[in-house]
């Protein structure tokens, strides 16, 4: 299985703050990389797909990057709403995993 | 809009069979989508489980493919899991979502069900 690693695993900001979490695949999967967003209780959110097409709805301070094995996910202004556990997801094969999260907490 | 439901017991007992089903609202489960189920343990992170075509056609995860078994009935337009020889390590809140296809393989998760505890205890 192809393993994905996030990090920070936690990162403490405010609002108004430009945020970056990193995500690296331990081998090439092009741009096949999603990203989804988690609040306590509810079900993930599509965010991101394609490594950096925005899902339908998802505001423009989202923005994704990368390809190969090193991916970034870059909130431009951190609004409240925005304090959440956000995951990437590779499908570069059938067995898709996702990484360990990212919690975004309030500083 | 494309609505999916998960239900089943929220208990099971050590070695039994774990089962859950997803309803599909919105949605004909044959209009050319992959459904999935994917898994969460209490504070831990997100865990795919497999995923099935309305023709039946099944990927399933390594880890878990000797104890699971994924249907379709689109009849009902549902999909239901089952997960045999259960232990506490498979306590979970557990997701059915809609998977999509950009190419020949089930890709991402756009849609997701509200997710159902299932806890494995004696």
């Known amino acids: 299985d192809i393993q994905m690693t996030q990090s920070p695993s936690t990162l403490s900001a405010s609002v108004g703050d430009r945020v970056t979490i990193t995500c690296r695949a331990s081998q090439t999967i092009s741009s096949s990389l999603a990203w989804y967003q988690q609040k306590p209780g509810k079900a993930p959110k599509l965010l991101i797909y394609l490594a950096s097409t925005l899902d339908s709805g998802v505001p423009s301070r989202f923005s994704g990057s990368g390809s190969g094995t090193e991916f970034t996910l870059t909130i431009s202004s951190l609004q409240p709403d925005d304090f959440a556990t956000y995951y990437c997801q590779h499908y570069h094969t059938y067995s898709v995993t996702f990484g360990g999260g990212t919690k975004v907490e309030i500083k | 809009q494309v609505q999916l439901q998960e239900s089943g017991p929220g208990l099971v007992k050590p070695s039994e069979t774990l089962s859950l089903t997803c309803d599909v609202s919105?949605?004909?489960?044959?209009?050319?989508?992959?459904w999935g189920w994917i898994r969460q343990p209490p504070g831990k992170g997100l865990e795919w489980i497999g995923s099935?075509?309305?023709?039946?056609?099944?990927f399933y995860s390594p880890s878990l493919r000797s104890r699971l078994t994924i249907s379709v009935d689109t009849s009902k337009n549902q999909f239901s899991l089952n997960l045999r020889s259960v232990t506490a390590a498979d306590t979970a809140v557990y997701y059915c979502a809609r998977v999509i296809l950009l190419g020949s393989l089930p890709d991402f998760f756009d849609i997701w069900g509200q997710g159902a505890l299932v806890t494995v205890s004696s």
């Open positions: 919105g949605s004909s489960i044959s209009s050319g989508y992959y």
């Open positions: 099935i075509y309305h023709s039946g056609s099944t």
